[in-house]
């Protein structure tokens, strides 16, 4: 393994690795990238592999303009929109796309995902977002990099902070969350399935279930993320 990047290859391999140890992903779908600011280049998962042959020196480089700088094999059919996220917010350092059962569930279903208790207030203070189904116009051109404007325009259009949500769902597709390292996305992406879990059961039992009161939200959210 090249020496240049090995630190950056083993990161993104032992993300990849969790993501399947967590059950957020089925076969070979879903995928973790990993970035090096400083270098401009991120590595992220090869397409095809069974999470059980992979390899650090599988994980694949390339820059924010999907040009592959190492590695062998074909890298994950959503590195497009890796790229595009990367490319367009400063700040995040890894990015992880599951098929985790209640995150699509509710993704299929076209339906943000209401902050219903605590659990969701600890890491967020919105409910979390599900993007409308892409324009067919856009499905039949660069579709994985459309899905990063797909993301983008969400934000935009909600006037959300992508450093505060770090997690979204694009209709009838799926799951994407990112952060500040591969490590930290992978924990928002069970984080949002268990959430989503949560909310789906809280439904069940309650249809009318209320949104979690305001006040209660502040202090859960702050608990972990303010300023003392």
Known sequence: MSSTYKELKRECYEANMKLNQLGLVIFTFGNV??????????????????????????????DLDNTIIEGTMKPSSDTKTHAYLYKNWDGIGGIAHTHATYSVAWAQAQRDIPIFGTTHADHLTADIPCTPPMEDALIQGNYE??????????????????????????GNHGPFAWGKTAAKAV????????IAKMAYLTLRINPNAPRLKEALIKKHYDRKHGKD
């Open 187 to 194: 924990y928002n992406s069970k984080v949002l399935e268990e």
């Open 145 to 170: 990099h459309n899905t990063g404007i797909q993301i983008l325009d969400c934000f935009k259009n909600r006037n959300l902070s992508y450093k505060v949500v770090e997690m979204v769902l694009l």
């Open 33 to 62: 990238s990993a970035l090096d600011c400083k270098k401009g280049v991120f590595a992220i998962k090869p397409s095809g592999v069974p999470y059980e042959q992979l390899k650090p020196e599988d994980m694949v480089v390339l």
